[in-house]
């Protein structure tokens, strides 16, 4: 299992949660209930994250994980940004931004990612 890990850039902390590649649901759960804890704990508005889904498997089960992930999360999230989306990805990205009511900003690349972050 990737683990969660806060990175440092350019003076500003960033929640980088690593998904690539990954087809197993019940490490994807792992990374997820473990970035909750993280997320949740900290002070309301004031956490950056990124999220890398590259290559990770989709299915309605991890998109209902996901979806409850990031609603949950909303208290605290300053500014989150994610890379990586391919095009079915990018559909079903798409519809849990709607259903949850969440912007999280999507790019092609994960240091323009940082940087839209740090300018948050």
Avoid: C
């Avoid at 806060?6 to 003076?11: F, L, M, Q, V």
């Avoid at 929640?15 to 490490?27: A, G, R, S």
């Avoid at 590259?54 to 992930?69: A, P």
């Amino acid at each position: 299992m990737k683990e969660p890990e806060i990175i440092s850039y350019n003076g500003k902390s960033i929640y980088y949660m690593d998904f690539t590649d990954l087809k197993d649901e019940k490490v994807i759960k792992q990374i997820i209930i473990k970035s909750a804890e993280f997320i949740r704990s900290q002070p309301e508005g004031s956490v950056l994250s990124l999220t890398n889904l590259q290559g990770m498997h989709f299915n309605s089960t991890i998109k209902d994980l996901f979806s409850k992930f990031i609603t949950g999360n909303k208290p605290y999230i300053k500014a989150s940004a994610v890379v990586g989306l391919s095009g079915l990805q990018r559909i079903i990205y798409n519809g849990v931004m709607k259903i949850t009511g969440r912007n999280i900003r999507s790019f092609d690349n994960i240091n323009v990612a940082k940087d839209w972050l740090r300018s948050q």
